[in-house]
């Protein structure tokens, strides 16, 4: 079974530019989080989608990152424009949504904001 | 709101030794998932052990336990006979429901474990 994908690994990006990421879940998985990872913190939940919907998406800054889901399956997160402070690891994963009681986590995209 | 508080920052073990890492949390729900999860630099998180608070049993996973104490909101997680590959970053999850009827994972701060060889 191929687990979760993400890309970019790494991305640099200058403050006010902008950055999407990408996170392909494991088939058939209606769950899909979005988490950010700052440097010595645990992951901190931005998004949460149910197949094509919004689960949850109240720490979500929402004056510059947007989250999508189209069909369901794989996900994009953008930022515009960037911040020094979003500096963190993006981490995507993926769940069923009745039967699983776990999550299953992505390799991250580390962001670098200069 | 759920909290999970990790009051060790880092840890260190001897190599074949047994260290326990702690972790509590904060809820009013009565049905709920404990987790540890580890993070080595590569970056990908695994989970290691998982809790069902309905059963008393502590869960194992080879050299991996917990000491499950769900009146004290408590759980550890005990790693025997240490190898150098369980250097990592520990974290330890809780999972509540949502109103949605899907389910949301609240992380702890994590324990950085050192292996000494």
């Known amino acids: 079974e191929a687990g979760v994908a993400q890309s970019p690994r790494y991305k640099i990006i200058e403050k006010r530019q902008s950055v999407a990421f990408w996170c392909n879940p494991i088939?058939?998985?209606?769950?899909l989080y979005w988490y950010q990872q700052i440097l010595g913190q645990g992951p901190k939940l931005l998004i949460q989608?149910?197949?094509?919907?919004?689960?949850?998406d109240s720490q979500l800054p929402k004056d510059r990152f947007s989250a999508e889901r189209l069909k369901g399956v794989d996900s994009t997160l953008k930022i515009q424009p960037a911040k020094l402070e979003d500096s963190a690891v993006y981490l995507c994963?993926?769940?069923?949504?009745?039967?699983?009681?776990?999550?299953?986590f992505g390799p991250g995209t580390r962001l670098t904001v200069l | 709101a759920q909290t999970v508080t990790q009051s060790q920052p880092e840890m260190s073990v001897q190599e074949a030794e047994t260290v326990t890492l702690s972790c509590t949390y904060d809820?009013?729900?009565?049905?709920?998932?404990l987790f540890w999860y580890k993070q080595p630099p590569s970056r990908q998180m695994i989970l290691v052990i998982r809790q069902e608070a309905y059963k008393q049993q502590n869960a194992t996973e080879n050299r991996f336990s917990v000491n499950f104490q769900k009146a004290a909101k408590s759980f550890s997680l005990k790693i025997s006979d240490s190898q150098l590959g369980d250097a990592a970053m520990y974290f330890c999850?809780?999972?509540?429901?949502?109103?949605?009827?899907?389910?949301?994972?609240?992380f702890g701060t994590g324990t950085r474990l050192k292996v000494l060889a």
């Open positions: 999850a809780y999972r509540s429901h949502t109103t949605s009827g899907t389910y949301k994972y609240i």
């Open positions: 989608f149910q197949n094509n919907g919004v689960v949850d």
């Open positions: 809820t009013s729900e009565s049905d709920y998932y």
């Open positions: 088939s058939g998985h209606a769950t």
């Open positions: 994963a993926s769940s069923p949504r009745l039967i699983g009681n776990e999550q299953f």
